[in-house]
């Protein structure tokens, strides 16, 4: 079975490429700059800058990623400890930052935890701290906005995930909401540290090695730049058609800003890869690093593919509707203090 072309990924890649090759080209030359109408002069220098910026956060993107594939997945999973402990929803916080998984992807490797016996505020910290988490985004994010507010932002969503889980575990000692069946007593705790060391025991630092870890980051990146190179598409054309006065009267750093930032995101259907170039867009061109944070947020807990398949994983549409219920005060809250900073 022949499988169809990634008409988005193609398509997106190729804007990105001929948008800055040309800018390249003929950024020196004002002349043929000044003969291209006007919103594509703002694209195609738009692209240019962007990826002039985080060039180096795609390289260590690719690099996070070939060395993560050599993490054994079961290690994430072991690491869980039990469920309906303040220690488990830590832990499945930290999991969830540490798992190199789109927000899609995430979903899957979230059913399969549910399914093991992970309690349901483990599952849902796990889900709310991974989707733009994962150390290649963060590294994107970081040489797109910088250390300070990409600190701030993965904080705060550890943050959110951890009273997430916690609201959802008390929920369900009261009874409010049903529990895992699947759940049962464990603690993996003494399993991880021999797991760790067998990991690095099996480290092989040749250069053949170097390089067929570069060549796996390149191909298991494919989703990361797929939906990356689209949302840098889509943040020029932010930018080419939608003046600075204007962004910033609708996404400036105000309640309404932020409440117009929270309707975009559920109305923008993207990935988490693709949601990261724009909330880097709403920070530096809306000074409004909250609104930029909800919008990050926002998309993960009014995705309605997340809000179906958590549904159809716990065979509750209750459980399913809590997740925005309890995460979106959560994130225009903080967004609102980030605004203030």
Known sequence: MVSKP??????????????????????????LLLELPTWLRIMTS??????????????????????????????????????GTARGIVRATAAGVLLDVCSHGILMVGAKLYERGASLGQLMAFLIA?????????????????????????????????????????????????????????????????????????????PKALGN???????????????????????????????????????GPTLAG?????????????CSEGSTPIAADILSRAAAPGNGFTFLMAGISTDYTEVMVIRDTTKSWKIALFLPLITLPQVLLIGWVLNQV
Do not use: C
């Open 6 to 31: 990634d008409y988005l990924l193609w398509i997106s890649t190729s804007i990105v490429v001929t948008s800055y090759v040309g800018y390249a080209l003929i950024g020196s030359e004002a002349k």
């Open 258 to 270: 932020l409440f117009l930032t929270l309707l975009a995101a559920t109305v923008i259907e993207v």
């Open 213 to 251: 870890l570069l060549g796996d980051g390149l191909k298991h990146s494919r989703m990361v730049f797929r939906w990356l190179f689209f949302g840098i598409v889509l943040a020029a054309v932010i930018r080419a058609f939608i003046p600075l006065d204007t962004y910033q009267a609708f996404f």
């Open 130 to 206: 991974s989707p733009w988490n994962s150390l290649s985004l963060s590294v994107i994010l970081i040489s797109l906005i910088g250390w300070g507010w990409t600190l701030a932002f993965i904080a705060s969503s550890m943050a959110i995930g951890m009273v997430t889980g916690f609201i959802f575990d008390r929920l369900v000692a009261s009874g409010a909401l049903k529990a895992n069946l699947n759940q049962f007593e464990r603690d993996n705790t003494a399993a991880i540290l021999p797991q760790l060391i067998a990991v690095t025991k099996q480290a092989n630092l040749s």
């Open 46 to 83: 738009g692209i240019y800058k962007l990826i002039n910026t985080m060039w180096w956060g795609l390289a260590m993107a690719v690099v996070f990623v070939g060395l993560l594939e050599r993490v054994p997945r079961q290690l994430v999973m072991s690491a869980l400890g039990q469920g």
